[in-house]
């Protein structure tokens, strides 16, 4: 069992920035893929961004130069620099640990662009 905690949503003005954390359980977070969905009022939960445990990243074309996963695996975290945010990246922000089969979710975290 992964326990995962989001933080760090709020409002922010378009073309703000905003950084998201999420904190992790478990002594083998190292070997954690960890990634960040977001899901819009109305809409479905779409990737947004993901880490692999070697550290590769990869990002949905939506977000691509804006977003910026990274990983502390002597913290257990995760986080999201968000950057030139849009309206549209209005969403709440899951965090997401893939170990193994398994698919673990924090319980999200809001984030509000809007002037």
């Known amino acids: 069992q992964v326990h995962l905690v989001e933080s760090g949503g709020g409002l922010v003005q378009p073309g703000g920035s905003l950084g998201l954390s999420c904190a992790a359980s478990?002594?083998?977070?190292?070997?954690?893929?960890m990634n960040w969905y977001r899901q819009a009022p109305g809409k479905q939960r779409e990737f947004v961004a993901g880490?692999?445990?070697?550290?590769?990243?990869n990002y949905a074309d939506s977000v691509k130069g804006r977003f910026t996963i990274s990983r502390d695996n002597a913290k257990n975290t995760v986080a999201l620099q968000i950057n030139s945010l849009k309206p549209e990246d209005t969403a709440v922000y899951y965090c997401?640990?893939?170990?193994?089969?398994?698919?673990?979710w924090g319980q999200g975290t809001q984030v509000t662009v809007s002037s």
């Open positions: 880490i692999t445990a070697g550290g590769t990243t």
């Open positions: 478990g002594s083998e977070f190292r070997l954690y893929a």
């Open positions: 997401n640990a893939a170990v193994g089969i398994y698919m673990y």
